[in-house]
């Protein structure tokens, strides 16, 4: 499996085939050689979706519309909000 | 007293009042708008209160299954607009209103307008459990339609931060409140589909009154929130707060909170699913290599392999006691066509005709010997009988008889014997023969023989 194909991958799509290798080595159907390589693609993947969710872009916008469309601009809640819900 | 009136008890007469209350449909389903006062929230849980107006009071209640999901807390003073129907409580003998819906007054028609609305989109089948869209699992980007100043908003970008920092959020700002609300809330909607970014959509704002939350009640919103592609969480308001928009989502979040918690799933809860997908794999290989371990050792500890002598001679044990069974076959079936044939030799020799030639030569030779003897016997018998009667005859021949001295007397012709004189005449020529020959003679004289007697 190449690097690029790796990340090529959504984290969706990376756990959908991790869930559907598990299932197939739980099935027990699969031949040895078969089995050894989806474990090791399993692990890849598990890998990868690891790295997938320790990647923390910590991307808001906020769409902005004005005379020539939408705009985007970075947003960040206004933290002296009274009689909030506590949101944690 | 002529004629006794009827007395009745005191509970029959409450029972017939009630029976009629009760029996007429117009004091059934009956609205009113009054201020409440002398307000028990009893801890049975149904509440006790009077309505009254300017002009008039009325015993109220409203029973606990009714309350349990009055959207706001009724106290004394409060101008409010009742749905029910009127009774006659027997044992006191009064008669009560028994409340079925409230709400605060002034509101009143909006409380209408969403019951009508309700029923109105629910036929058309917008709320149908089969058009919800299911929520994606792992959602790339969020979209939040809400306004951009408020509990609600920061509520649900901290609550998607803290589960899952790493999926963008896109805020499309709106006023939730006034009249522009709306409109605002449907466009940003379908804005959200046109740019097709998020996963998923989160709808809403912190709680309020009614009024406050008229815009996530209006058909336009609840059908934006249908026609929208990406799946949509609703979160107006608090836990009894239910909206229109709140039926027509895909997913109803009771606070903007819950909505944020149920668009991303946690991190933690992500890892900790990884690092148990990566056990079920080991697990899983781990049994299969046990298994495949187990039937190499199994496959290696067979005989053909520990012993692989014994398995040869097994096969050339067999091989010998093949080859004694073709052998004894063989031998046996041999024997039997030698026995067969020694058989048909002796018949055969048994009918050979060359003896049946000997024998016949030999009963030849006997028959013609014995036909020979016969012969000879017969011969020699007939000669012994020819010889015989040859001298019989000799003996009896004329001839011996005359050589004794006897002779014959023929007549002149030498035709007839004579045997008598009287067959004569003297002077008649006669012949006489004699042994040694014949004598011509004439008879001279007769001389007739005279018998003694």
Redesign the interface.
Known sequence: MSSNGETALSFEEAMERLEGIVARLESGDVPLETAIELYQEGMALSKLCGQKLEQVERRIEMLIEDGDGLQRKPFAPQRDEAGGDKGE | MEQPARVLGIRDINRYIKMKLEGDQQLQDVWLRGEISNFTHHSSGHMYFTLKDESGRLKSIMFASHNQRLPFRPKDGMKVLARGGVSVYERDGQYQFYVTAMQPDGIGSLYLAFEQLKKKLETEGLFDEAAKRPI???P?AIGVITS????????I???L??RH??V??????VSVQGKSAAPSIAKAIA?MNR?GEVDVLIVGR?GGSLEELWAFNEEIVARAIRASVIPVISAVGHETDFTIADFAADLRAA???AAAELAVPH?TE??QG?AH??Q???K??G???GR?RERYQHAARSPYFTQPRRALLAQAERLDRLRDRLRYRTEGSAGRAKERIARLAGRLAAANPSEQVVYARRRTTTAVRALELAMRRTLRERQDAFGSAIRQLDALSPLKVMARGYSLVYDEQEKTLIRSVEEVQPGDLIRVRLADGKLDCQIWGLHGEVEPG
């Open positions: 994606p699992r792992y790339r951009p100043t408020g509990a609600a908003v920061r509520d970008i901290i609550t931060q803290r920092p790493s963008p959020i896109l805020l499309h700002p804005t740019l912190g606070t903007p909170t991190m992500l890892r990884l997908l990566e079920r794999m080991s899983s290989l049994l299969q290599l495949a």
